[in-house]
Antibody
Framework: EVQLVESGGGLVQPGGSLRLSCAAS????????MNWVRQAPGKGLEWVANIKHDGSEKYYMDSVKGRFTISRDNAKNSLYLQMNSLRAEDTAVYYC???????????????WGQGTLVTVSS | EIVLTQSPGTLSLSPGERATLSCRASQSVSSSYLAWYQQKPGQAPRLLIFGASSRATGIPDRFSGSGSGTDFTLTISRLEPEDFAVYYC?????????FGQGTKVEIK
């Protein structure tokens, strides 16, 4: 059974940093592209970042470029999102999401974690 | 950026009725790279449809997707109690990949 479990969310002041983690199990993690998608309270979904199965390519939404870094450790079946210079508008539930096909970048998501809430406030 | 506009914002229907949800794109969505997701309160989204009309694994056949270009539709043929939720469309053909704002299907 595919499982994605996020952790690391919490309350942080504007300008602060946070590192999110996503523990994957039940599939060959090192074969799949992975993503972070966020959802502000009461709002819709917003794609944040994407990483190739081997970590060699990374993509970001414009508003987080230079502030967020996506990474992965395939030996630990884990995905990460390092978030720096956080702003109030980054407040959201952050979901870890898998793309459906091995080795192929498709940009839609067949499995999602339950999410971790990040609140940026003073 | 491709903007996806979903309508209506809220759909009030009774179990057993047919639901028709619309997703309109500001530009043509290449190769029908459009997906639909269902989200219930406090839960993660669930993939329903990809490629505009292909059902994801385990999705009941009362869910169907159609459309091309800029106009797409999700149809739920007969609403079951568990289908009352928020539905999002997503285009994945062009960067940045974007979602619609959602349609809430509520019990009338």
């Amino acid at each position: 059974e595919v499982q994605l479990v996020e952790s690391g969310g919490g309350l942080v002041q504007p300008g602060g940093s946070l590192r999110l983690s996503c523990a994957a199990s039940g599939f060959a993690f090192n074969d799949y592209y992975m993503n972070w998608v966020r959802q502000a309270p009461g709002k819709g979904l917003e794609w944040v970042a994407n990483i190739k199965h081997d970590g060699s390519e990374k993509y970001y939404m414009d508003s987080v470029k230079g502030r967020f870094t996506i990474s992965r450790d395939n030996a630990k079946n884990s995905l990460y999102l390092q978030m720096n210079s956080l702003r109030a508008e980054d407040t959201a539930v952050y979901y870890c999401a898998r793309e459906p096909n091995r080795w192929i970048q498709l940009w839609y998501f067949d499995f999602w974690g339950q999410g971790t809430l990040v609140t940026v406030s003073s | 950026e491709i903007v996806l506009t979903q309508s209506p914002g809220t759909l009030s229907l009774s179990p057993g009725e047919r639901a028709t949800l619309s997703c309109r794109a500001s530009q043509s969505v290449s190769s029908s790279y459009l997906a639909w997701y269902q989200q219930k309160p406090g839960q993660a989204p669930r993939l329903l449809i990809f490629g505009a009309s292909s059902r994801a694994t385990g999705i009941p056949d009362r869910f169907s997707g159609s459309g091309s270009g800029t106009d797409f539709t999700l149809t739920i043929s007969r609403l079951e109690p568990e289908d009352f939720a928020v539905y999002y469309c997503q285009q994945y053909g062009r960067s940045p990949r974007t979602f619609g704002q959602g349609t809430k299907v509520e019990i009338k």
